[in-house]
T-cell receptor, first 114, second 117 residues
Framework: AQSVTQLDSQVPVFEEAPVELRCNYSSSVSVYLFWYVQYPNQGLQLLLKYLSGSTLVKGINGFEAEFNKSQTSFHLRKPSVHISDTAEYFCAVSRRGGSYIPTFGRGTSLIVHP | GAVVSQHPSRVICKSGTSVKIECRSLDFQATTMFWYRQFPKKSLMLMATSNEGSKATYEQGVEKDKFLINHASLTLSTLTVTSAHPEDSSFYIC?????????????FGPGTRLTVT
């Protein structure tokens, strides 16, 4: 089984500042890793994913994440945030080569202040 | 990209009535779809796996008689909340997997906000 830990339930930040949302996972097998964004009263939108290859993954809206196998982490970063980035962010893992049902973290609420 | 729709986006119903939520894969076929429930400020909880042509698989603790799932075709799954109560009020999200590079990826619907009065 896999599990995902998002260490911060809420991250407040000022506009144009950099941000990092932390994600750690636990799994006995190789996994795929995902970050999703959810705007209020909407479904989930895929920001980026790591399947294989380069450990630095670039996604939409200027976000990127780095897979660190030794630290079992997949932190999400953005060098300069906008007000419109205010949303809930979910890290997820799914077992490589097997069940493709993602296991989600509890989410991190990113709050961007003007 | 792949699109998954849900209908309705928002529904208010009276306690004791039943509500049906539809999940459709618009431009691809899905033999399997997933239903999630999301409580306020909480993550998504997988409720069940909807299987086209066979019974749904429910997660532990989810009442199958309460949450009826029907996967009528390769593009449609429905979730019916029977005899709804206020504690069933929640945000329900469906997803459908599509095979891409490296494996399957989940595509999520926009969600349905259910309020039971």
């Amino acid at each position: 089984a896999q599990s995902v830990t998002q260490l911060d339930s809420q991250v407040p930040v000022f506009e144009e500042a950099p941000v990092e949302l932390r994600c750690n996972y636990s799994s006995s097998v190789s996994v795929y890793l995902f970050w999703y964004v959810q705007y209020p009263n909407q479904g989930l939108q895929l920001l980026l994913k790591y399947l294989s290859g380069s450990t630095l993954v670039k996604g939409i809206n200027g976000f990127e994440a780095e897979f660190n196998k030794s630290q079992t982490s997949f932190h999400l970063r953005k060098p300069s945030v906008h007000i419109s980035d205010t949303a809930e962010y979910f890290c997820a893992v799914s077992r490589r080569g097997g069940s493709y049902i993602p296991t989600f973290g509890r989410g991190t609420s990113l709050i961007v202040h003007p | 990209g792949a699109v998954v729709s849900q209908h309705p986006s928002r529904v208010i119903c009276k306690s004791g009535t039943s509500v049906k939520i539809e999940c459709r894969s618009l431009d691809f076929q899905a033999t399997t779809m997933f239903w999630y429930r999301q409580f306020p400020k909480k993550s998504l909880m997988l409720m069940a796996t909807s299987n086209e042509g066979s019974k749904a698989t429910y997660e532990q603790g989810v009442e199958k008689d309460k949450f009826l799932i029907n996967h009528a075709s390769l593009t449609l799954s429905t979730l019916t909340v029977t005899s709804a109560h206020p504690e069933d009020s929640s945000f329900y999200i469906c997803s459908a997997p599509l095979r891409g590079e490296g494996g399957y990826e989940q595509y999520f619907g926009p969600g349905t906000r259910l309020t039971v009065t």
